[in-house]
């Protein structure tokens, strides 16, 4: 009857999304009366989940499983899932979480709802919310199956210290056959870099700054705040900036704790896909600009001015602050 | 080879979301709708298809009457025939067995979705399309090539790429990057008077049940007023990230 999460890892370390499902995962086993399990994959030190509510971790090791698979994934959390009798699975809103979810809720029977960013409303009936239009709205789902499958988006919930039985066992599932059918031949992942999807802070630049050759004190100003860099679609449609780097509707969801646009006026596209994001901050020469009545904090000014005086500042108050 | 090209019928980016009948429907009026974004990257990755290896080219939506400008669009952008399935796409499970039986049905070698619509955000269908029938399946597709039955594709992971090697039957979750903005097509006039006489079928859905359905919607609070900090004084900037905002 447990709760079920899939606390994901990189390199043997739990992500931070990975203590967050927890939270959020303990919180609904105590509304149904139940403990929380977790199900790992190739990670180490499970005693850190037990801070945040885990009373059992199932750790999974396997060679086989050290490229992600999404068939082999989803095949290992629903053996998980049935083994403990699972009645609510909760995974994250990371790429892989994304790509093994739609499998996971196959092979569970489940009803699944992504992007879900607060607590269920009610357990029975199942009724939870999540975000829809993307961050145009939000949109009660209720789920009307035995299982259900829920993906939290990142930073909805937050962290929350609960101590929990702490219990690890080793577990381990047959990897299904059909699952060869897709075979990683390469992976080419920026080493050191912070990435938009895990970034707590993440700056961004328009068309504004006026060409490529601009964008030294873009990635400056992330490098102070360890930020992730990002930018806006008229940027990547110019080949200024990758692609991976778009956010806003059609490219990457941003839902970190701070984000600064920078020469971006603020079309209700990049607005959208920013919109989850805790704390705002733009500057723009343009007072203008739709972005001011979408952000938080704002700096009516030209950018070329005010990102270097304010890297040289932040520098002080790191160097005042550590 | 065999291409099925799965259609969403979604507002325009730019339209202001509005929900009815007491927050519980989406308000179409005054909306423009359009062919999914993510999707209709792939549909011009399968006129590549087309054009340079021959293939041909099926378009599927699983939606309503008012839907078939959408698809009729997309016969005008190239595809070679349509199929509606006449019903309201009530949860990604009903819609990806609706496109499962399609699929099976037509026995195509790849199939070609949006790696999600850009209204429900579910993200669910072409991977459980992919399971239903028992194909590959690889999600936030960027890059797709396919030589006799095996593809490689390059897949957006947190942080960078990941290229993987595949065969058909294939369903992909694609999005910007499986081609370029600037490659995406306008019908013209030629293609829209062909589009009329293309075959449009419309079949009938089956009784598969929703596992979920959407009860009820909200708009976000409205924001509070920008506080804005002089360019002159920074340091206040920094002092509200840091105490008020709790950020820094």
Known sequence: MSVLIYTESENGKFKKTAFELASYGKEIANMMGTTLTAVAVNAENAEELANY?????????????????????????????????????????????????????????????????????????FKVKRTAFTNKAFNLTEINTEVKLLGLSKNSFGLKETSGAGAV??????????????????????????????????????????????????????????????????????????????????????????????????AIQHLAGINASKTKVVINNDPEAPFFKAADYGVVGDAFEVVPQLIEKLKAFKSNNA | MKILVCISHVPDTTSKINFTEGDTKFDT???????????EFGLTRAMWFKEKQGATVTVVNVGEADTEPTLRKALAIGADEA?????????????????????????????????ESIDYNGGMVPGML??????????????????????????????GKETVKTSLPLVI????????????????????????????????????????????????????????????????????????????
Request: proline share 5%; aromatic share 4%.
């Open chain 1, 53 to 125: 509510g885990v009373d059992k971790t199932l750790m999974v090791t396997s060679d086989e499983l050290k490229n992600f698979n999404a068939k082999a994934y989803a095949h290992t959390i629903s053996s998980a899932a049935e083994q403990e009798g699972s009645k609510v699975v909760i995974i994250s809103s990371s790429a892989n979480a994304k790509y093994l979810a739609p499998e996971l809720a196959i092979n569970l029977k489940a009803g699944y709802a992504s992007n879900v960013v607060a607590l269920p409303e009610s357990t029975e009936p």
């Open chain 1, 169 to 266: 066992a080793s577990f381990d599932a047959a990897i299904p056959d059909n699952a060869n059918g897709v075979e990683v031949a390469s992976v080419d992942k920026v080493t050191g870099a912070v990435t938009i999807a895990d970034a707590e802070v993440v700056v961004s630049g328009g068309r504004g700054l006026k060409g490529p050759e601009n964008w030294g004190m873009v990635e400056e100003l992330a490098e102070v705040l360890g930020a992730a860099t990002a930018c806006s679609k008229p940027v990547s449609d110019l080949g200024w900036r990758p692609h991976s780097e778009h956010v806003g509707q059609t490219g990457k969801p941003v839902a970190s704790n701070l984000y600064i646009a920078i020469g971006i006026s603020g």
């Open chain 2, 29 to 39: 009026n005054g909306v423009q709708f359009v062919i999914n974004p993510n999707d």
């Open chain 2, 83 to 115: 199929i509606r399935i006449n019903a309201h796409p009530s949860d990604g499970f009903f819609v990806a067995q609706q496109l499962a039986k399609v699929a099976k049905e037509g026995n195509y070698d790849l199939i070609i979705a949006g790696r």
């Open chain 2, 130 to 159: 992919a399971s239903l029938i028992d194909a590959n399946f690889v999600n936030t597709c960027i890059s797709l090539e396919v030589e006799g039955t095996d593809a490689t594709a390059v897949r957006e992971i947190d942080g």
């Open chain 2, 173 to 248: 979750g694609g999005q910007k990057g499986l081609v370029e903005e600037k490659d995406l097509r306008i019908p013209n006039m030629r293609g829209i008077m062909m589009a009329r006489k293309k075959a449009l079928t419309v079949l009938d859905p089956d009784d598969t049940q929703a596992r979920t359905q959407a009860v009820a919607f909200e708009k976000p609070a409205p924001k509070g007023d920008v506080k804005l900090v002089s360019p002159e004084n920074l340091d206040e900037l920094i002092d509200l990230l840091h105490n008020e905002a709790k950020v820094i």
